[in-house]
């Protein structure tokens, strides 16, 4: 566990806004700067970074919060990887309060040495062999796309015996580099194969595939999965895309090593490819971090058709109404490679722009197994139909309806039929707030803000207020005034209170997270006047002070005819002081 007082230290000494720009354009509008969120689609700029605050809030999808948040969202790293990341950046170095094996750590960082010194052995190897250097030249790649790729070599036998004197490390068999036999023996995993290096999304090598020369099996062969490396997480050049999929406004998804290159070579950029896995949620949700909208991209055979479907159902439980996901399938001859290298850059945006939606994929895929012609084929459409569309989620809600309706069509009953066929309660028995017009509502009035969520958002603006906070007088009733107490337990603790990022950071994964996070991003675009900030705080002192008389006034009152003589002067005491506050 990363000790705390680090955490904040490391908060004070980061920049949200240059963390931020390293992966977004930024551009400054008054006190904060604004970029189209990467985290849903949008038109416009509501994705808002507050320098003051270090903090960052968007007013479309109400994503929130530091740069470690920022970095654990965007690209996909644990808390852990995220601070360590940010500490590089400041030549940090992060401590260890000993419950985290340090081996372990050490062991994480020498299997990337390891993979990189590799993939440098690999490169220069492929600079030696002529056959490796014709093998590409035959394919139509450059040198500057190798380059680019880093796509090396790798010789027969084991070399790897001399680049790494301490071959028998087990190490090198953790990082996927080795294979022990069962009698014992040692050897390189990868022999006479065109290399392709993988990355993270921090540029670091983390796995390799390798590409057969000529014939053999397996044709292409992958690292095995490693504390580095799982391929159910990692798209082939997808720390290189990522730029040019936010300027294209999608990105293409195929199948091969080489597809991805060739479609480089020829300036489509923005393609990445699964490695050796079907198509997974987790590539996807990856992909919409940066871009709206997916193209999947097969071959037009029958593989490329279950490869497709593949994909289709593990997207469903990430469909919003706000993306777009398709399916472009190229002609029964091509693959990505020979269709751009026959038809070109234009031609293959072309095809991207009209490939087949998902929701008529879907529907076409279940007509084509489903004879409409007959009941007995309507009801198969229908049964095929129920399990994909229960997976659709509310944040497709729209999609999921226009489904609902097509289907419906498709097997000559009404959308109220299919709706219960599913499960689902037809739009006549939901709720009656669901289909009166909205301009027949009653408006509903948002309630004013509590003493506790005022104090609250003053602390967060201005967190040294949080030392003069009477701690008794806070109400524990709300979540902001449970989140007012453990700031000011805080602080008499001895821990200062030094900023809205770092205070959110401070209680991450606690009851009071979500409670401060709400509140810092309603500070985003809406903070206190400074010129009343005293007034206002001390406005609600008093009322705090006014709220507890008046309760404990109300309680002696309740037993006005039980009271002791103790009690009984109190009162009075409490009824002097509600005129005083009067």
């Known amino acids: 566990m990363i000790p705390q007082s680090f955490i904040q230290g490391l908060l004070a000494r980061v920049d949200i806004v240059d963390v931020i720009e390293r992966y977004l354009p930024l551009k400054k509008s008054g006190a904060n700067y604004f970029a189209r969120c990467p985290f849903h689609g949008e038109k416009s700029a509501s994705f808002s970074v507050s320098p003051s605050k270090q903090f960052y809030h968007c007013f479309g999808c109400g994503a929130h919060g530091t740069a470690i948040g920022f970095l654990m969202a965007y690209s996909g790293l644990s808390f852990s990887e995220a601070v360590h990341e940010l500490a590089r950046d400041t030549g940090m170095q992060v401590p260890n309060d000993g419950r985290t094996p340090l081996p372990q750590n050490d062991n994480y960082e020498r299997l990337i040495e390891i993979t990189a010194t590799a993939a440098k052995f690999y490169r220069e190897a492929l600079g030696q062999s002529p056959e490796a250097t014709a093998y590409l030249q035959r394919r139509g790649l450059s040198g500057e796309i190798a380059a680019r790729f880093g796509i090396g ?28 036999s069962e009698q014992g023996r040692r050897y390189d995993r990868f022999r006479h194969r065109i290399m392709f290096p993988i990355h993270d999304r921090r540029g670091r090598i983390i796995a390799f595939g390798g ?14 999965e490693t504390p580095l490396f799982e391929k159910g997480r990692e798209l082939y050049g997808f720390f290189l895309a990522q730029k040019a999929i936010r300027e294209a406004g999608f990105a293409i998804v195929v199948e091969g090593y080489m597809d991805v290159a060739a479609l480089a070579q020829f300036g489509v950029e923005n393609a990445v490819a699964t490695l050796g896995t079907a198509t997974t949620p987790h590539h996807i949700q990856t992909l919409l971090r940066q871009t709206d909208r997916i193209v999947f991209c097969f071959d037009g055979d029958a593989a490329g058709q ?12 990430t469909l919003r109404d706000d993306i777009t996901l398709s399916f472009l399938f190229l002609p029964p001859e091509h693959d990505p490679d020979t269709f751009i290298r026959e038809k070109g850059a234009a031609a293959m945006h072309e095809a991207a722009a009209h490939a087949t939606p998902l929701a008529r994929f879907l529907l076409d895929s279940l007509r084509q197994d489903c004879d409409t012609a007959d009941a007995e084929g309507r009801a198969r459409l229908v049964h095929e139909a129920r399990p994909l569309i229960a997976r659709i989620p509310a944040a497709a809600s729209i999609l999921r309806l226009q489904l609902l309706k097509a289907i419906a069509g498709m097997s000559h009953l009404t959308q109220a039929e299919v709706e219960r066929a599913f499960g689902i309660a037809p739009a006549g028995e939901r709720t009656r707030a669901a289909v009166h017009p909205a301009a027949h509502r009653i408006p509903v009035r948002k309630p004013p803000p509590t003493v506790a969520s005022t104090l609250l958002r003053l602390v967060l603006q201005h967190p040294a207020l949080a030392a003069r906070l009477p701690l ?4 524990d009733d709300t979540a902001e005034g449970r989140a007012l107490i453990a700031i000011v337990d805080l602080v008499e603790l001895g821990e200062p209170a030094t900023g809205l990022g770092a205070l959110i950071e401070r209680f991450r994964d606690t009851p009071h997270g979500d409670t401060l996070a709400q509140a810092g991003a309603g500070l985003i675009d809406t903070e206190f006047d400074p010129a009343v900030i005293e007034t206002l705080f001390e406005d609600s002192l008093r009322k705090l002070s006014a709220d507890a008389i008046n309760k404990e006034y109300d309680e002696l009152q309740a037993r006005a005819n039980t009271l002791s003589l103790a009690e009984q002067r109190r009162l009075a005491e409490v009824i002097q002081e509600r005129r005083r506050l009067k």
């Open 306 to 317: 279950r490869a497709a479907w593949r994909a289709l159902e593990n997207a469903l439980e």
């Open 153 to 180: 070599f790798a010789p027969d036998g084991s070399p790897l015996q001399r680049i790494f004197p301490d071959y028998q490390n087990k190490l090198l068999a953790t990082a996927g580099m080795v294979i022990d």
């Open 211 to 224: 590409r057969v020369l000529n014939s053999g099996e397996p044709k292409y062969l992958n690292s095995p």
């Open 472 to 475: 008794g007088l806070i109400p």
